[in-house]
Each structure stands twice: as C-alpha cells, then as structure tokens.
C-alpha cells in the first residue's frame, strides 16, 4: 500500500522530498511497532534489546553508561533508567568503575546473553515483516539512507 493511502492523505505532497521525509518517519514509526510486539515474550524493549546488543558487543569488556548513550539508536532513551531496568531483571551487571567512583561499568550477564541468543536463533523474529524487498533492494536501501545523513 502507498503512504497516501496509509495515511489517508488526499492532498499532494509538497514535492518528492517532504513526501520522502513522511515516509520514513512513518515507516519508521510502523518498524517500531513491529519490533516492540516482537521482543514483547522476551520481557525487553526495542531500547533495552540496543543495550543488550551494545553490550554484547563489548563483552566481556564493561561498558560505560556515557558510551552506550554514544552507540544508542534512540538517542534521547535515558540510559541510565534502562539499565537499571535490565539490572533488576538480571539481564546485565553494574560495578563502580574502578578509575573514577562516580562512573558506573555495565556487563551484559549470562542470563542478558541468553535472551540475546534466543532472539538470535529466531532471527526471523525481528526480520519477518521486511520480506517484500530483496536483499539487493535492501543493501540499495541501506546505501541511500546513509547518503541521505552523510
């Protein structure tokens, strides 16, 4: 379905751009819902499944609270609440930083690992609804979109 229909717009846009700019801000807003009902049985948040990666990433290397903010997709989340949220569920670790008391070192933690690896086994889970394009279509996409920011 086009976006006009989607949106019930009967007006043209402006020009191809500001039809553009709607469009992936609400293709992105249509991702997001996807994503967050998909990751809904793992008890986890789009946000705190970016946490989990990141620090997955890291491991076994500490993460501060700082470089998450940096490597975040959502940069306005407030690190700090989501991981004290995957704290109490055990998913992840936080220590003092041993250089500077008033930092904090986060480390993902076998149980965080572990529902990363279910996510992982299921790889469908977070890529089901993306199948009317090609992986060509996808790579072409995925060039334009980092032009579009460089």
Known sequence: MNLEKEIHQTAPFISEFHKMAVNILFTASWLDRRHT???????????????LRILRGQHPKPAGINMLIERMIDKSSNASRLVDRLAAKGLVHKQVNHTDKRAVDVIITAAGLDVLGKIDADRMILEKWLHNITEEEAGELNRILDKLRG
């Open 37 to 51: 009902q998909n990751l809904k049985p793992f008890g986890i948040t789009p946000q705190q499944f970016n946490i």
